[in-house]
Structure formats: C-alpha cells, structure tokens
C-alpha cells in the first residue's frame, strides 16, 4: 500500500510540474525571443523562391508556380 502512494505522489508531483511549465511557456512564450538576430540559414530554400507581399508570404518553386501561401495575420 505504501508504495502505491508512494508512485501516486510522483506521479501527480511530476504532472503539475510539466503542466505548471506548459503553462509558463505558453503564456511567457511570445515575450521570448531565440536568435533572431541570426540570419536566416535559407539552404533548404536554394530551391524556391520567396515573395513577401503585404499580407501574404508567398513560396514558389523553380517553375515558378505558387506553392505556399501564408497569411501573415495568423502568424
């Protein structure tokens, strides 16, 4: 009996610490920023080509046709 509390207060201890942290990184997550100052490593793209527009980010591939769009509003 004592080790099946003992398991269940690990348990319960290790899911408020992964929630508690989900939480922080979802509610601090938009205030963090990694490298962006780096540049953008754009060696998986040499195949595309990217066209920023004012709402859209728009990829196309060497034939020029329309790949991908993204809207920048639900970025």
């Keep these: 009996m004592e080790q099946i509390d003992e398991k269940r207060r690990n348990f319960l201890k290790w899911s408020l610490i992964g929630g508690g942290g989900f939480l922080l990184g979802k509610i601090f997550g938009p205030y963090l920023t990694f490298s962006r100052s780096e540049p953008f490593n754009e060696a998986f793209l040499k195949d595309f080509r990217v066209v ?9 591939n060497k034939k020029g ?6 809207d920048k509003e639900t970025l």
């Design 52 to 60: 920023e527009t004012g709402r859209e980010l728009k990829l196309f």
């Design 65 to 70: 046709e329309e790949v991908l769009v993204i």
